[in-house]
Structure formats: C-alpha cells, structure tokens
C-alpha cells in the first residue's frame, strides 16, 4: 500500500494466535532474533513469525502475545527499542533492563521549526500543539540567515520572531522559549552576531554545509562553535545504536553545571 504521503505499507494479516509472534519478528533486529533462535533450540524449540513450536511434535506453545513468545525461550518481554543484540539479551536474563524514557515523561521541546523557515506551522499552532500535550516548554528555533534552502532568518526577522513571541507569552501557560538554529560558518563562527544571539533563550549550533571538510578542519570548526558561549546545544544527525555496554546506558546522567552559561 502506498500512504497518500508517499510513505509505502506492508500490511500483513495473521492468525490471532500468531499475532505476537508475527510482531516481534518483523520487528527484528535480525541480531536479536538470531539469538532468541539458537535459545529456543537449546530448549528444542522452534521460532518462527507463526510462532513458537516444539520441535519435535510440532506444538505450538506461544505466539498470540510477545511476553508469550519471550517467556517461551526464558526471558523477559523486551522493548523492541532495546532489540540489537547489544546487551539487552543478558541484561533481560540478569534482570536489569532499563526503564526506557516513555511519552509522558517528555517535558517539552528543545528544537521546532515553524512557517518562519522551514516548518509546516504557524507558531500559534506549534505552540498549541505542545500545550495540548502537556509540555512545561516549547522552543522556537527557526534556521539562521545563511541556511537560504530553509528560509533562514535575516537578523531584523529574528528580532521580529522573538517580538512576536515575548508577545505570546501571556496568553499561554506553557513556557515560549525563543531559540535559533543558527548555523556554524565554515571556520566555526556563528552565523548571527552576539548581540542577537544573547536576546535568545536558547541557541542551537548546526553544520549545514561544507561537509566536505577533512576532520581535523570540520572538528576545530565543530570546537570553536561549541565554545561560543552563546551556544547550549549541538544540533547533529546521528544513528544511534544500543550501546554495548550497559553499565553507562542504563545509568541515570549525572547532572553537569547549572543552567545556561550567558554570553
Ligand atoms: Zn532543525
């Protein structure tokens, strides 16, 4: 099936009795599922998206549910965040699998885009939206003037953005925070000066261009951005993977400094 937004859907219909079972193996990992296998054939089982047999007879033991199909092989239900074979098979065996950050304890937003650049909203509507989640808070961090593909904006724009804001502000309970997403120059300054900078709340730093850049010349840039004092966080792509080891993962991160440095 292809989604009116172009997103493509594989839709597959199964036995109730399998459901679990189809669900935790198409949600893989396949590193994951390898290791569930070679545990259910330790115990002359079988795993398959139909569910979870006995060898030899051919019984079905487990399949409707995904604790089902864990409990068959010895575990635990495991998130399927957690999937990747990266630990989280002896952490579930151990009892120590962490508890994984859920949508209510989300407390708000630190990076939106809006119409003002290359976001789909208005700010009202951005600002709504979090509200009517529940937020605490909700950034504002259009682009900075030179990302020109996304609109950025000029000085007078932000000044004009950050107005309009402040403006906001008493007719909402949650807390508007003024942000950019201001783009790091090829040497590593800032793409608006610190005049601008230091009437935000928050300021994000991100490379958009010249990825070419050898490392030692990309990392001094990503450095002398990062050391701008007007700069709290690092916007960066990444794919992130399970962490091989679990003593850091699943340790709570220790508090660093309070608050904003000012600029
Ligand atoms: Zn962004």
């Known amino acids: 099936m292809h989604h009116r937004e172009g997103i493509q859907i594989d839709l597959r219909v199964v036995d109730p009795d399998a459901v679990g079972a189809a669900l935790q193996y198409f949600t893989g990992s396949k590193d994951h599922n390898v290791r569930l296998r070679e545990m259910a054939s330790r115990r002359q089982l079988k795993i398959s998206e139909y569910g979870v047999f006995d060898e030899t007879t051919g019984t079905r033991i487990a399949g409707a549910t995904e604790p089902d199909v864990y409990a068959a092989v010895g575990l635990p239900w495991i998130p399927p965040e957690l999937r990747e074979n990266g630990g989280e098979i002896e952490a579930a065996l151990a009892g120590t699998l962490p508890a994984l950050v859920t ?7 630190l ?8 976001g789909h909203h208005p700010i009202e509507t951005l600002i709504e939206a979090a509200e009517a989640r529940g937020y605490e808070y909700i950034i504002v961090s259009d682009h900075s003037q030179s990302a020109t593909v996304a609109r950025g904006l000029s000085v007078d724009r932000l000044r004009e953005q950050i ?7 008493p007719r909402f309970k ?9 783009d790091v120059l090829a040497d590593g300054a800032l793409d608006l000066p610190s005049e601008v900078l230091r009437e935000l709340d928050i300021v ?9 850049q050898g490392r030692a010349e990309m990392t001094a840039r990503i450095v002398r951005a990062l050391e701008n004092p007007c700069v709290q966080i690092l916007v960066t792509r990444t794919t992130w993977r399970t962490s091989t080891t679990w003593s850091s993962a699943s340790r709570p991160h220790a508090g660093r400094g309070s608050g904003p440095r000012r600029c």
């Open 103 to 109: 949508a209510d304890r989300i407390r708000g937003d």
């Open 163 to 169: 107005r309009t804001l402040r403006g906001l502000q």
């Open 204 to 212: 994000l730093a991100a490379v958009h261009s010249r990825f070419t």
């Open 111 to 118: 990076h939106a885009h809006t119409d003002w650049s290359d």
């Open 174 to 182: 949650i807390r508007i925070l003024a942000g950019s997403e201001c």
